[in-house]
């Protein structure tokens, strides 16, 4: 649905949004709709029939009429089935392929948008975009599209058949209709105010579990069970005392209800019978039945239009939220830049500076000058904070200098199409990130065609057969959601594997071997040796041992470039990267 990021969602009425959406959609809700008015039709049918038939009766007209009636009425019952299908498949098959287009354009546009976007909005939040609000957007185009047009086909229908019956009677159910449905409706929204007080207890009561359950070792250590039960307690008791009370409101709601469209209905009834009785106006005993059916049915259908109300106001807001992110401005622009169809490795900082937008925060990076020639091993350290990360993501194009100028093999790469240029560029980030498949899978994402020979030699070449040849799947091994049935080396090594198969130009290797018992770091440092050789690589590494054996080491803080050398060079300055080995074990 590539026409879905097109519109202009920012002060656009959402309605106009919804129609916009479902602009191509529109012939099959025309034919759900029509089938609708058919296979509706014995609701509001139902009371005629019923009219004329007593009317044969009382009258002891031909008998023909009678089934004349009926057969009216069983056609258009039969006809539901098949229509009520037709109904589903046009009006729910484009609720849904709306929403499925939604998703696809909402994770399109996430690809799109910067890493500095995904940084300020969490990704829980874009994942209940993606699927909690497309999901409201959908229960609301369904909700509205039966119960609306249920409701909607009832009234016309069934105002049509009183006016084509008793006409007088119209002023009469213009005006008692809309007043029955005010007070169910007035007497619902006491019953909602109640739901919505349970509601909070409950989340009240879901918090103090969780508590509980989380600080359960604590409270064993100290023997604090009684006082933990005595939280949980109040919270139960509020919890039973506002459930009875909700159980209270909706029996009286129930009951009220029943007794007030009842009492109304009787009343109809009665007034209908007195007018057919005194004959005030030419009524028979057919409309008399005719217009107490038609009462409950058509304050039904207003009661329905008007519980409408918050499910609409739920799907609007859905849809403003999903427009947050469609017309997010934070895009990453590579259309119309020049494509990489190869790359040596050389990088070269001319006076870079990046600043996050915060006028009151300094630069994360200034005056950053460095140009690094292809195959070499360029190592940043500093303390936190330096813009050591920064660097990394500034050459990776995650994001753009906001003073200076980066080339890659001598061009700018701010006129350059990063898509292609990534694809000489690999990543191994400190937490390694798998997704639910086999090792396979992984190792290969994104290639396709990828012999086994090659997948093994990558793998060799990480460290990571070792392991892999012990599982019972082998290369075919589910590796579990983020990598969960591996340990953090095993996931590391695999992450080492993707990194070679696709053979990058220019390596970044963020923390590759922090958190990592000795054994895993030396197996992970010896594949990091085979994985660095030949090529351009940035380095970040927690432990400076790691990191001796870089071409240069590049000392940062504050953003700037304080020193730079090889470890012999730079221990012997004596100066800030002297300072940090001194301050780390040996």
């Not at 919270?235 to 209800?257: P, Q």
């Not at 197996?523 to 071409?551: E, K, N, P």
Request: proline residues 4%.
């Amino acid at each position: 649905m590539v026409g879905a990021l097109d519109h202009r969602y920012r002060g656009e009425h959402p309605v106009r949004t919804l129609a916009y959406l479902f602009k191509e959609e529109r012939p099959k809700l025309l034919v759900a709709v029509l089938a609708f008015l058919v296979k509706h039709s014995p609701i509001w049918v139902l009371p005629l029939v019923t009219a004329n038939i007593i009317d044969v009766v009382e009258h002891r007209s031909p008998v023909a009429s009678l089934w004349a009636n009926t057969a009216v009425l069983l056609a258009l019952l039969l006809l539901n089935y098949p229509l009520h299908l037709l109904y589903v498949r046009c009006l729910h098959g484009a609720i849904r392929r709306v929403g499925t287009g939604l998703r696809s354009a909402l994770c399109r546009r996430m690809q799109h948008l910067s890493i500095g976007y995904h940084s300020r909005v969490s990704a829980a939040v874009l994942q209940t975009k993606v699927i909690r609000d497309v999901e409201n957007i959908e229960q609301t185009a369904q909700q509205t599209g039966d119960m609306g047009l249920s409701a909607l086909t009832t009234l016309a229908g069934g105002l049509v058949m009183v006016a084509f019956r008793v006409p007088a009677a119209i002023p009469v159910f213009l005006v008692v209709v809309p007043a029955a449905a005010y007070l169910v409706m007035r007497m619902r929204a006491r019953m909602r105010e109640d739901n919505e007080s349970f509601r909070r207890e409950i989340e009240k009561l879901s918090a103090r579990v969780s508590e509980m359950t989380t600080l359960i070792p604590i409270t064993r250590a100290h023997g604090l069970e009684r006082d933990a039960l005595h939280r949980v307690d109040g919270t139960l008791t509020s919890v039973l005392r506002k459930g009875l009370r909700l159980d209270l409101v909706n029996g009286s709601f129930g009951a009220l209800a029943w007794i007030l469209l009842n009492v109304l209905g009787a009343a109809v009834l009665a007034g209908s019978a007195l007018v057919a009785y005194h004959q005030v106006i030419p009524v028979n005993s057919g409309d008399v039945v005719m217009l107490s059916t038609f009462f409950p049915i058509l304050t039904s259908a207003v009661t329905s239009l008007l519980s409408l109300t918050p499910v609409i106001n739920k799907g609007l807001a859905s849809v403003r939220s999903v427009g947050e992110v469609l017309q997010a401005p934070d895009l990453e622009h590579n259309a119309g830049k020049a494509e990489v169809a190869s790359a040596r490795g050389e990088v070269e900082f001319r006076g870079v500076g990046f600043a996050y937008g915060d006028p009151d925060e300094a630069p994360a990076v200034k005056d950053f000058t460095l140009k690094v020639s292809p195959g070499e091993t360029i190592a940043l350290v500093g303390p936190s904070g330096a813009g050591k990360s920064t660097v990394l993501n500034l050459v990776i194009g995650f994001l753009r200098p906001t003073a200076g100028r980066i080339l890659l093999d001598g061009r700018d790469m701010e006129g350059l199409d990063l898509r292609t240029y990534r694809r000489f560029l690999s990543v191994v980030p400190q937490e390694s990130i798998l997704f639910e498949g086999s090792i396979r899978e992984n190792v290969t994402y994104g290639l396709t065609g990828v012999s086994e020979e090659r997948v093994r030699r990558a793998l060799e070449d990480a460290n990571a057969t070792e392991f892999i040849d012990r599982l019972p799947g082998g290369l075919d091994t589910v590796v579990g959601e983020r990598g969960a049935r591996l340990s953090g080396g095993q996931r590391q090594r695999l992450a080492i594997a993707r990194a070679l198969i696709r053979d990058p130009r220019v390596l970044i290797l963020d923390e590759a071997t922090s958190a990592l018992d000795t054994r895993s770091e030396a197996l992970i440092q010896q594949a990091l040796a085979r994985l660095v050789a030949g090529r351009t690589v940035f380095v970040v590494a927690h432990r400076l041992s790691t990191i001796r054996g870089a071409d240069r080491i590049v000392v940062m803080r504050d953003g700037g470039i304080e020193e730079v050398g090889t470890h012999e060079e730079l221990m012997r300055l004596r100066g800030v990267y002297a300072g940090l080995q001194g301050a780390q074990p040996a």
